[in-house]
């Protein structure tokens, strides 16, 4: 710089200055600015609430446990819709709304085989007498989860989950209203009735 | 009256206290420009949700469905790792940028800088008068007249906070949604209401009093600017031997500074110009228009305090090339060109075939069957009709999607099983099967292959 004075303000030469030096560089002790101080001290007080709040008082559940409810919930939930049986699905097959779902799920998964219309192709009629692996309804929803690996159709269980097979199997059910009368595997639909 | 020196910053006070600025209206060519190019980024701000690009808003981040729409290619979240060049080229443009001109961004493009001179200060300055008027009215005792215009000045402010919360949020929420919330109880929304008001009580509190201690203590480019100007760099700078030794006019030996202070009273951050390149520069320009206004008048030439490099203010040259720029522009190019490429790479619609679970094939009446499962993804917000063929060389195949097309809604994702067969006496080993889905409205094609397997045929080699 040259020589003219560079600022008419300069600090008072009796301003604090810290004691470290580096390389000849030393610090001012200038007070932070109050809003920056409010800032540090607002974050203290609210990490003493805070374990005020969750861990002497327990007031409100921690995140952990707020998360172990929310799985037992949905285990409970899940363990609630997985109970179909024969007559749960029947029902199922009386309500148009899960009928239209179970009928979309088809065209987009089974029709490719099983026909628009059930009718057959690769796979075998489903509305026709012959059910080679059973009739009922709980028969038909395994045959889908599990499949028949050995005649070509295919597990559904990890591709459209239990929910929707189910869907799938009160359409089936929707399309055949015979089978309520209880038909049996490759048989007549009079042998079960009592 | 600010006195500014180099060893504190002007707006904090000793005892820490913030230090409220008056600053003064400078009026000038730049500050012409900048009040335009203010006006035109507000009104792209507020303005690219509401123009509607290929079916969904110009910029659009859908926290909902977690989509982003960038001017008409959708991102969902398997294309987040585009955002690593969008991020590291927003880095090096900036620093491209502060190699070459300095702190343009924070001085003309900065939100911080639009919002606050661009509206909050005309509001101030428009109710509360210049800056000596304002600095007055503020040691003035409680009047009603002070009252008055205290309450006007801000509930102004916290209108215009809201009305920003509103536009910030409209990136996040689709118009009509918020349009309606806002019809709404606020108890019915009340994540979106609560986000909404927390983010107008920043903004007002931002604009209306924090201002630039943004700038000075936390805004991390601020801080980076030290490593990414160098001596070449445009900066705002004052030609200290043209304006030294100060002076009035007429007095012998006297430079052309007049030491009127104007540069001083219309800076926003509260420095002195003419005592170097500060940290506390936001290279506004507030201070060229100041001192070039006072050199018109006392008939000097302009630009005392101009728009230089720290070698053009001490009289050598401003030298562009330089190693440094030129890296950054090899690297910004580089970045540009995988960003554009990868851009361009993204599909429409995505397509995966896999195997479905079972036996890896099947023989049923003289044929030999494969199954699989194609999900199909529509990333466009646009219905797609999609045809699928299926090649397998010289094989005469069938499959089951014999009419080959299909529609997917604007978004759609659908998982369909595909079964290929052909005739068992003449399958000789495995070979390719190629998937070809192309949409005919705009030639869009992707390819997936797979193999065709069946019964082993020791006899016969595998076909190529």
Known sequence: MSDHKPYRDSHEPDEPLREHVFDGIREFDKKLPNWWLLTLYGTIVFSIAYWAWFHIYEIAPTPEEKLALAQERAAARAAEERGYDNERLWEMALESSIVDRGRSHYVNNCAACHGMELEGGIGTPLVDADWQHGSEPMQILKTILDGVPEKGMPPWRAGLGETRSAEITAYILSKNPGLRNGASPGGSPEEETP | ?464
């Open chain 2, 1 to 464: 009256m600010v006195n500014p020196n180099l060893d504190s910053v002007t707006t904090i006070r000793p005892d820490g206290s913030h230090r409220i600025l008056h600053p003064s209206d400078a009026k000038g060519r730049f500050n012409t420009w900048r009040r335009a190019v203010f006006a035109i980024l507000i009104l792209i701000y507020v303005l690219l949700p509401w123009i509607p690009v290929r079916g969904a808003p110009a910029v659009f981040f859908n926290a909902a469905e977690r989509k982003v729409h960038l001017f008409g290619h959708t991102l969902v979240f398997q294309d987040l790792w585009l955002g690593f060049f969008l991020i590291t080229g927003l880095g090096f443009g900036l620093f491209y940028i502060t190699a070459l001109f300095g702190r343009v961004w924070c001085g003309w493009a900065c939100p911080q800088t639009v919002w606050l001179e661009g509206v909050y200060r005309r509001i101030e300055r428009w109710i509360e008068g210049d800056g000596p008027k304002r600095e007055r009215l503020a040691a003035a005792p409680n009047t009603a007249d002070k009252i008055f215009k205290r309450v006007l000045k801000h509930g102004l402010f916290i209108l215009v906070s809201l009305f920003i919360a509103h536009v910030f949020i409209s990136y996040f929420i689709s118009l009509p949604r918020l349009y309606s919330m806002m019809r709404t109880s606020p108890l019915e929304n009340w994540t979106a209401f609560l986000w909404v008001f927390t983010m107008s009580g920043i903004f007002y509190f931002n604009f209306a009093w924090f201002r630039e201690q943004l700038c000075i203590v936390i805004c991390p480019y601020g801080r980076l600017q030290s490593a990414l100007i160098d001596d070449n760099s445009l900066v705002i700078g004052y030609d200290t031997a043209r304006g030294e030794p100060r002076g009035k006019p007429g007095t012998a030996g006297a430079g052309d500074c007049v030491d009127c202070f104007r540069c001083v009273q219309v800076c926003p951050t509260g420095i002195d110009i003419r005592q170097g390149l500060q940290m506390e520069c936001i290279g506004c320009s507030a201070c060229i228009d100041a001192c070039d206004d006072v050199m018109t008048k006392l008939k000097r030439p302009r630009g005392l305090i101009r728009y230089d490099s720290q070698n053009g203010l001490t009289g050598g040259k401003t030298k562009f090339l330089r190693p440094r720029t030129l890296v950054y522009t090899v690297m910004l190019l580089a970045g540009i060109t995988v960003f554009s490429f990868a851009l361009s790479s993204l599909e429409p619609f995505t397509a995966t075939v896999h195997r479905m679970q079972g036996s890896p094939y099947y023989r049923q009446d003289g044929l030999v069957r494969n199954q699989f499962q194609m999900r199909l993804t529509n990333k466009s917000a646009e219905p797609a009709s999609l045809t699928i063929e299926v090649s397998g060389g010289d094989h005469a195949l069938t499959w089951n999607r014999g009419d080959g097309m299909l529609q997917l809604e604007g978004m759609e994702e659908r998982v369909l099983p595909l079964f290929v067969s052909m005739s068992a006496a003449e399958f000789a080993g495995a070979f390719p099967l190629t998937i070809i889905f192309e949409n005919p409205d705009n030639g869009h094609r992707v390819e997936k292959t797979v193999p065709f397997l069946g019964p082993d045929q020791p006899a016969n080699p595998p076909t190529p």
